[in-house]
C-alpha cells in the first residue's frame, strides 16, 4: 500500500526512483516533441529560485543580460571548425517559412557564441569598450535520442554567459570567478559538494583553449558535470572578426569566455538529495520550506484549516515560504506521502489537541525526526531548523562522495573501482589516446583535474606513473575519473 | 552639433526618430537573422522589470509557471481549423535534425495553445483538477516582412497565460480579470492610458470566441494593441481532447483562455512617452531612475565621482535605482545628451562649487525643470519627485489621446479625421465587409468596443446609424477606429 502512493526504492532501481519522482513530485512530464520535456509547476518554481540567485549575483558582479536571437544562420556554426564538428549532428534546422524554402537554412542554436561574436564585431572599436560581460537566459537545442527528464532534453534551459576582454589574463580571471561563484552556489545554496577542476583536453567543449568543470557525485556513484566555464581564446573572436584598437594603438583579437549552468543542475539536485521516500528538498532553494498540514474531522476540517492559515502567516512573516494543505477528500497519509515525495524540508502538523495543548508536531524530512513544540518555539526555531537542515544535506552528500571515491594505482583496481561504481583517484599520462582506451573498456571518462584550491582532491604529489600506461603523470597530481550522466 | 549627438526631431519623421531612438539608447540592434532583434544591455533590463512586476502579480492570483517545449508538431497547428489559417504562413518550419529529414516538421511556436492542450489532455480528469491557471514566460515566432525594433520582429518575447476551467463564466471571469491586471499594470507602473475593449468578429485572436485588448495611443495618433486576452469558449478544448467528468457525472469539455503581453509594450513605452530629445521613462519601471553626473575638472573629478557614490548611496538606501555616471574622456555634454536620450527621469548634477555649498542640481527630464536644491533636501524629496513624474507622464499621455480622438457621424469626417491622424468615435453596423471596405480604403480598423466600465469612451448613447452603411448601429454605443501599428 505504501508502494501504491510512493517510489520504486533507489535501491532496488535508481533509474525508476528518478522517473517516478520527476513524474510524481509535478517536476516534469514528456512531451510529444522527440526529447523535449514540460516542466511542470514544482519544476518550474524550484528553477526560477535557481534563475533568480544567479541573475543577482551576475548582475552583482557587473555582468549585464541582453537577448540574442534563437535561431543562428547555418553558415556562422561551420565558420569555426572544432565548433561545427561537435555540434553538426545534433542542430534542429529550420529550413522553410511556411511553404518557403529558405536560400540559408538556420539552426536552433546549441549555443550562442557564434552569433554573439558576429554582433561583438559590430559593436567592439576600441579597448575602452572592453570587457563585454553579457549573459543571457533562454533555451538551447541539442537533439538527443536516448533523454531523461532535467538530464539529456533536446531542448534544455540555461543562462550562458559571453565576456570579452582585452587579454588573456582578465579572461582568464573571468573564467576563474565564475567557475567559484558556481562552487559557491552550489554549496551554500544547492547543498552540493562539487570539485572544482581543468577538463582533460578530450573533454574540452567544441572549440575551447581550457574547459573548467564543477562535478558532484549523484547516489548511484555516477558524476555530473553540474557548471562548466570556458577560455576560448582568440579563436572565436577570429572567426567572427571580433577586433580592437589596443592602448597602444595596434589592433587585436579579443580574448572571450563562455559558461553555463544548465536545467541539468535539477538533475543534480534530485540524485544526491533523495532517498527512497523520494526529494529532500534544500531549504536554501525549495519553493516550499514549510507545509502545515491541517488534521481535522469533516466537522472542524475548516476551522483547522483556518488555524494553519494563521500559523502559516506567522511563519510568513519571519520569512519562511510556506503552504497549507488545505485539500478535503485525500487521506492524511496521502498528504504526508505527497509532501514527502516532494521533499518538502519541514511538515507541520496541526490537530484539534494540539491547538487546545498550544502545540504542533513539527517533523524534519531529511532525519524523519518528529517533534511536539510549542507553537511559539516552533515558529521562532524555523529558521535555525531550516539551516540545521540545509547543513545536514551538504554534509550527507559530501560524506557520500568522500566515502565513494578510492585511490588507485593499477587499471585492475581501476575497473574494479568504476564498476562498484566510485569515482577514482588517479595519476595518468594525459594521453587522449589512452583515455579514449579507458572509456571504451570502462565507460568511465576524465572528470576534471582538481584545482590547487579546490577544497577537495586537490593534493599535489610528487612523481607517479600513469596506472593506465606506466608513463609519466602528467598534471603533477591524481585526477578524477567516474562514469558519468 | 546637438544634431550630431541627438536624434531625428518627432514633428521631421517619428518612424525615423523611433529607429534612432532604439538604438542611441542602447535599448536594441539588428541581427543577422531575419526580422529578430538583439535586444541589448538597457532594453532587457527594462524587460526585466516589467517581466517581473506583471510575473508577481500572476502568482499573487493563483497562476503557476510552466515551460513548454519550443516546438510544435506540424499536426498540433493544423488540428484547429481557423487556428492554422491564422499562422501558416509566418511558421518557421523544422525539416531536419542534423542531415536526417524528420518525417513529421516542427514548428517554431507561434503561441502554444495546440501544445497546451495536449499536454492537458493528459492531466485532466475531473472537475475537482479544474481550473488550470498557467502561464509561460519565452520566445514566440513568427515570419515577419518588414520589421521594427520591439514593435513588429520574427522572434518576440511575452508571456503567454493558458487557463481551463468547467464553465463559461468561470473562464470569461479570468478573460476580465486579466484585461484589468493589464490595464492596471499600463496605467500604473508603464503610465500608459489604454482604453479597455472587445475586439470586432473580423479582428479576433485565430481560433477565439471573444477577444479583448487595450489599445493605446501613440504620438503619431496610431493605435497600439498593448495586450490581449483572449475567451477560447472548447474550440481549443474538442481540438485536443481536453476533457473532466463533472460534478454531475458528466462528461465535458473545459473551456478555455489565454491571454499576453508581449515585447511590443516596449515598442508602445516609446513611442508614448518621447520627444524630440529622445524617451522618457515613467519612473516606475525605469532600470535607472537617477542619474548622478560628476562635474569636475581633471584634478578633481576623481573627488567628486566618490562623492557623487556616497550621494548615490544615500538614494540607493531610499530605494531608488541610481547610477553614477564615471565616464571620463567624454565631455559633460555627451552625457547629458545621452542620459536625456535614454530617458533617466532625474539627473543630478554635482559640481566642487555646489558641494561646498551642500547643493545639487537636480534636473526633471520630462519638464526640463532645474533647480538648486539643498542636498537632503533632494535626497528626502526624490521618491515624491519620482511619483510626479510618473503622474505627469500619464497626464500627459492621456491629454494627448483625448485631444486627439474625435466623434464623427459620416464617412468624410471620418477619413479626414483618420487622414489627419486621429481616432474616431462612430456608430457601426459591425458588419466585416464594411469594415473590410474601409480598411481597404482608410487603413484604419476597430480598434475596439470600449468596455462598459472602461474608463475612456465607454458611453452608451440610444440609437445611430453606422457612418460607413446607414444601417442600424450595432454594440449600442460608439466603438474606436483608428490606424494601427
Ligand atoms: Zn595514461
Ligand atoms: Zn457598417
Not at 167 to 194: K, N, Q, S, T
Not at 267 to 289: E, F, K, R
Request: net charge negative.
Amino acid at each position: 500500500k505504501a508502494q501504491q502512493y510512493g517510489v520504486t526504492p533507489q535501491s532496488v532501481d535508481f533509474n525508476d526512483w528518478y522517473n517516478e519522482v520527476v513524474k510524481k513530485a509535478d517536476l516534469a512530464d514528456n512531451s510529444p516533441v522527440a526529447g523535449a520535456m514540460v516542466v511542470k509547476p514544482y519544476g518550474s518554481a524550484l528553477w526560477e529560485n535557481i534563475v533568480r540567485w544567479l541573475d543577482d549575483r551576475f548582475k552583482a558582479t557587473g555582468h549585464e543580460s541582453l537577448i540574442f536571437p534563437t535561431l543562428i544562420p547555418m553558415n556562422f556554426i561551420t565558420r569555426e571548425a572544432d565548433h561545427v564538428e561537435g555540434f553538426a549532428p545534433e542542430l534542429f534546422t529550420v529550413t522553410k517559412i511556411g511553404t518557403e524554402e529558405l536560400a540559408e537554412p538556420y539552426v536552433m542554436r546549441p549555443t550562442s557564441e557564434t552569433i554573439i561574436g558576429h554582433m561583438w564585431s559590430g559593436w567592439l572599436n576600441s579597448y575602452r569598450d572592453l570587457p563585454f560581460l553579457h549573459y543571457q537566459w533562454g533555451s538551447v537545442f541539442r537533439a538527443e535520442l536516448r533523454t531523461k527528464a532535467f538530464l539529456r532534453t533536446s531542448e534544455f534551459y540555461w543562462h550562458e554567459g559571453h565576456t570579452a576582454h582585452a587579454d588573456e589574463a582578465e579572461a582568464r580571471a573571468e573564467v576563474r570567478m565564475i567557475l567559484d561563484l558556481y562552487h559557491e552556489f552550489c554549496r551554500d545554496v544547492l547543498a552540493l559538494p562539487v570539485v572544482r577542476g581543468e577538463k582533460s583536453a578530450s573533454e574540452r567543449f567544441a572549440g575551447a583553449v581550457s574547459t573548467y568543470s564543477i562535478e558532484g557525485m549523484m547516489r548511484d556513484g555516477k558524476a555530473l558535470q553540474s557548471g562548466t566555464s570556458h577560455y576560448l581564446g582568440q579563436a572565436f573572436s577570429r572567426a567572427f572578426d571580433v577586433k580592437f584598437q589596443t592602448r597602444e594603438q595596434k589592433e587585436d583579437f579579443a580574448h572571450t569566455t563562455s559558461w553555463a549552468i544548465s536545467s541539468r543542475i535539477i538533475g543534480a539536485l534530485i540524485m544526491t538529495h533523495g532517498d527512497d521516500a523520494g526529494l529532500m528538498m534544500p531549504p536554501n532553494i525549495a519553493p516550499i520550506q514549510v507545509v502545515i498540514v491541517p488534521v481535522g474531522r469533516k466537522d472542524n476540517f475548516d476551522e483547522m484549516v483556518a488555524e494553519g492559515e494563521r500559523l502559516a502567516a506567522q511563519l510568513a512573516q519571519n520569512g519562511v515560504r510556506v503552504k497549507v494543505d488545505k485539500r478535503d477528500g485525500v487521506t492524511n497519509g496521502f498528504k504526508y506521502n505527497d509532501w514527502e515525495l516532494k521533499g518538502i524540508p519541514v511538515r507541520i502538523e496541526l490537530g484539534p489537541r494540539d491547538l487546545e495543548a498550544g502545540v504542533v508536531v513539527v517533523k524534519n524530512r531529511n532525519s524523519g525526526e518528529k517533534e511536539t513544540l510549542e507553537r511559539d518555539l516552533a515558529v521562532g526555531g524555523m529558521a535555525e531548523r531550516l539551516e540545521g537542515i540545509q547543513a545536514w544535506l551538504l554534509q550527507r552528500a559530501t560524506d557520500f562522495m568522500l566515502d565513494n571515491t578510492v585511490t588507485v594505482d593499477n587499471y585492475d583496481d581501476f575497473k574494479a573501482a568504476i564498476e562498484a561504481g566510485k569515482w577514482v583517484r588517479a595519476f595518468h599520462c594525459g594521453e587522449p589516446e589512452s583515455e579514449k582506451a579507458i572509456k571504451d573498456e570502462t565507460k568511465a571518462t576524465v572528470r576534471n583535474v582538481p584545482l590547487d584550491d579546490a577544497e577537495f582532491f586537490a593534493e599535489r604529489e610528487e612523481g607517479g606513473v600513469c596506472f593506465h600506461t606506466g608513463k609519466p603523470a602528467a598534471y603533477g597530481k591524481r585526477i578524477l575519473f567516474g562514469r558519468q550522466y
